[in-house]
């Protein structure tokens, strides 16, 4: 069973700058891609990042030139530095990963997502 572990988040006023990074641990398994969601109260969740699976990095418009992801060098951690915060980023982020199971042959796939974590920007 595959776990996603998320870290950081908290509270910071706006301007500020808070760090957030995510881990897969489990055992036979590979990443098709991996990144960051965000849900705000009464809204729908949203990508914020995401590594996708040609290699590229696709960032939502609302957090480009604030935010940025790296992954680690074991491909299965990824983090989001979050700069120039705003009230508007307030969200419960949650780590996300396209999970690629093989056995054999045969392949599945599935979507995988991490508890969540807060993120609070006040102005």
């Known amino acids: 069973q595959v776990q996603l572990v998320e870290s950081g988040g908290g509270l910071v006023q706006a301007g500020g700058s808070l760090r957030l990074s995510c881990a897969a641990s489990g055992s036979s398994f590979d990443i098709n891609a991996m990144g960051w969601y965000r849900q705000a109260p009464g809204k729908q969740r949203e990508l914020v990042a995401v590594?996708?699976?040609?290699?590229?990095?696709i960032y939502a418009d609302s957090v480009k030139g604030r935010f940025t992801m790296s992954r680690g060098n074991a491909k299965n951690t990824v983090s989001l530095q979050m700069n120039s915060l705003k009230p508007e980023d307030t969200a419960a982020y949650y780590c996300?990963?396209?999970?690629?199971?093989?056995?054999?042959?045969?392949?599945?796939?599935?979507?995988?997502w991490g508890q969540g974590t807060q993120v609070t920007v006040s102005s």
């Open positions: 996300y990963a396209r999970i690629v199971i093989r056995v054999g042959v045969s392949r599945s796939e599935y979507n995988k």
């Open positions: 590594f996708s699976s040609d290699g590229s990095t």
